[in-house]
T-cell receptor
Framework: DVKVTQSSRYLVKRTGEKVFLECVQD?????MFWYRQDPGLGLRLIYF???????EKGDIPEGYSVSREKKERFSLILESASTNQTSMYLC?????????????FGDGTRLSIL | SQKIEQNSEALNIQEGKTATLTCNYT??????LQWYRQDPGRGPVFLLL?????KEKRKERLKVTFDTTLKQSLFHITASQPADSATYLC????????????FGKGTTLSVSS
């Protein structure tokens, strides 16, 4: 089975801090994604990557950046955390660009910015 | 822009009945549509994928239909059980290469015994 592991289940940070959320997948997937999930708004795509060192903006990239130095690891960076970035963050991966493969999700990081 | 709607936030049914969840979309012609299940505090789990040229897909007690004329997908759970209680999300491909998905907000199903 595919395993997508997010480094923390719960995280509390302060306004203005630089925050790193890490995600690792063990199935050699080319595609990796970062979403945030908020009540009433559903899942929204922040960034995705279809190859090492490649990235594309999703629907809500403002205030975030990403890094993919190795195929199995995709990091989400909050450059200067703000309270409106308090949310559940979900990482996902899928096999092969250009195909209709399902996405495999981690169990999320619940991030609180105080 | 693409818009995807799931008909209701919550659906309550009795054990043994068939649950039917609806997913509607506008301003787009997706090549395929996916359904996911999400339990509280967990990430979504893939259930089924249906392509635009498929009318219906089945997996055990699950059935998905895809009507590209109506721009609608229906997700059925037959002989529902309390263990089926969860939030169900539909998702459409939105990029040319089918890499990224747009998700509906989900319908929370509660099955009572």
């Amino acid at each position: 089975d595919v395993k997508v592991t997010q480094s923390s289940r719960y995280l509390v940070k302060r306004t203005g801090e630089k925050v790193f959320l890490e995600c690792v997948q063990d199935m050699d997937h080319e595609n990796m994604f970062w979403y945030r999930q908020d009540p009433g708004l559903g899942l929204r795509l922040i960034y995705f990557s279809y190859d090492v060192k490649m990235k594309e903006k999703g629907d809500i990239p403002e205030g975030y950046s990403v890094s993919r130095e190795k195929k199995e690891r995709f990091s989400l960076i909050l450059e200067s955390a703000s309270t409106n970035q308090t949310s559940m963050y979900l990482c996902a991966s899928s096999f092969r660009q250009g195909s209709n493969q399902p996405q495999h999700f981690g169990d999320g990081t619940r991030l609180s910015i105080l | 822009s693409q818009k995807i709607e799931q008909n209701s936030e919550a659906l309550n049914i009795q054990e043994g009945k068939t649950a039917t969840l609806t997913c509607n979309y506008t301003n787009y012609s997706p090549a395929y549509l996916q359904w996911y299940r999400q339990d509280p505090g967990r990430g979504p789990v893939f259930l089924l994928l249906i392509r635009e040229n498929e009318k219906e897909k089945r997996k055990e007690r699950l059935k998905v239909t895809f009507d590209t004329t109506l721009k609608q997908s229906l997700f059925h759970i037959t002989a529902s059980q309390p263990a089926d209680s969860a939030t169900y999300l539909c998702a459409l491909d939105v990029k040319q290469a089918g890499t990224a998905l747009i998700f509906g907000k989900g319908t929370t199903l509660s099955v009572s015994s």
